[in-house]
């Protein structure tokens, strides 16, 4: 998933509108979009200086998108956590995408703060890429800054005494000031008993892995997450969708929501103030989640286990497999499936270029090995005219659309 919307929806409806007149508010097909986005007007020295300076081609290609002394700035404190002109297929999963102008991943949020603060003194757009699942950046790729959150944000506390990095063994060193702060505070608040005895407190980094949280919390008997066991991407973009399954959705178990705001000050939002809907959630402009509390209840160990495979069966008999995709591409309109209707509309194995509707699932489009952007995009608008052709319904896009086209 990609926390990627400039201001996310606060409608709570559970489907996309059937458009059973003229569409409306076809999807557009680049705007970069981002929670985080601030559009300023980007200009500085040229490539000249960069040249002067001794930078790689990849940054003379960007330096008239990007002011070397934004990227001086930046790399000054992340060091080659900050690299210009980097391709993001390899961070998406439908690995396809352009380069960015500059791609960094900050590990604390102190290193957050001060990427969020560069960007906005120098007016730059700054996106933030969560796992990269259920988006499609465009071929030309994205300008200003792209932030992919680093390790550091992917520990997990379970019942606020046993911390755990799912995907490194970084202990305590590495952590910024304000992310120390931010731990104890956490540690504080979960030492106290919840209202439901039944309920189990979880602090979930926004770069932990949606799919590896929910076979962690079963193997501890927790049940709410069983449905996300094969969802892809990360805590921080499956809150900014909402996602779901088999009628289990996030928001179901959040109770509130850590990160900084436009002004890289650290703000808690309580989950009520999400005004969650179906794929959506709404957070305020220029918020970046950086950790997620949950409540999940504890449940028998069996039972909990025999859901999680049970939702496991039914994903992997639906969907394909083997193939690079970005997951469900359209959202399900009302009383109906979008895969159905693409299926009706004949268009199972339709192609454009490396591109392909899945044969097993027709909500699924996957990448053969080289497409490009532009493919899937080709085959999106043929279903979205054909369906709506056949059966008078407009399909919503619920891969998100990014960058430049």
Do not use: C
Not at 157 to 183: F, V
Not at 251 to 271: I, T
Not at 279 to 286: E, Q, V, Y
Request: net charge positive; aromatic share 4%.
């Amino acid at each position: 998933m990609v926390s990627e919307a400039n201001e996310p929806g606060s409608e709570s409806g559970k489907r996309s509108d059937d458009r059973r007149g003229v569409p409306e508010g076809t999807p557009q097909e680049g705007g970069a979009s981002s929670h985080l986005a601030a559009r300023l007007s980007p200009r500085s020295p040229g490539s000249f200086a960069a040249a002067a300076m001794g930078y790689p081609d990849s940054l003379l290609a960007m330096s008239d998108a990007l002011p070397v002394a934004l990227i001086d700035t930046i790399r000054a404190r992340l060091g080659d956590r900050a690299r210009p002109g980097e391709p993001l297929a390899r961070y998406t999963s439908f690995r396809i995408g352009g380069p960015a102008d500059l791609l960094v991943l900050p590990d604390t949020a102190d290193e957050l703060a001060h990427v969020l603060a560069t960007a906005a003194a120098f007016g730059v757009r700054l996106t933030l890429l969560g796992g990269g699942s259920n988006v499609l950046v465009g071929d030309g790729g994205m300008r200003g800054v792209v932030v992919k959150l680093g390790r550091g944000f992917a520990r997990i506390t379970w019942n606020g005494t046993e911390a755990e990095r799912e995907s490194a063994r970084l202990g305590r060193r590495g952590l910024g000031a304000s992310e120390e702060r931010s731990a104890a505070r956490a540690a504080r608040a979960l030492d106290g008993p919840p209202d439901d005895l039944n309920l189990v407190p979880i602090h979930a980094g926004a770069a932990v892995q949606l799919g590896r949280l929910a076979r962690a919390a079963v193997a501890r008997g927790l049940a709410g997450l069983e449905y996300a066991e094969g969802i892809p991407g990360t805590v921080g973009g499956a809150l900014f969708m909402n996602a779901g399954a088999y009628g289990g959705e996030l928001a179901h178990a959040v109770e509130s929501v850590e990160g900084l705001g436009r002004d890289g000050r650290a703000l808690e939002l309580p989950g009520r103030a999400l005004v969650f809907g179906y794929r959506r959630s709404a957070l305020p402009p220029g918020f970046v989640v950086t950790a997620v509390r949950l409540r999940l209840r504890r449940d028998e160990s069996g039972q909990v286990r025999n859901r999680m495979d049970e939702a496991r069966a039914r994903r992997t008999a639906a969907q394909p497999h083997g193939k690079a995709n970005a997951g469900s591409i359209f959202k399900n309109p009302n009383g109906d499936h979008a895969g159905r209707l693409i299926e009706v509309a004949g268009l199972k194995g339709a192609r454009a270029g490396r591109a392909r509707i899945s044969e097993r699932h027709a909500n699924f489009i996957v990448n053969e090995g080289g497409a490009r952007a532009a493919d899937v995009k080709a085959l999106m608008d043929v279903a979205q005219r054909v369906v709506w052709e056949r059966s008078g319904v407009w399909l919503e896009p619920e891969v998100q659309l990014v960058g430049n086209w």
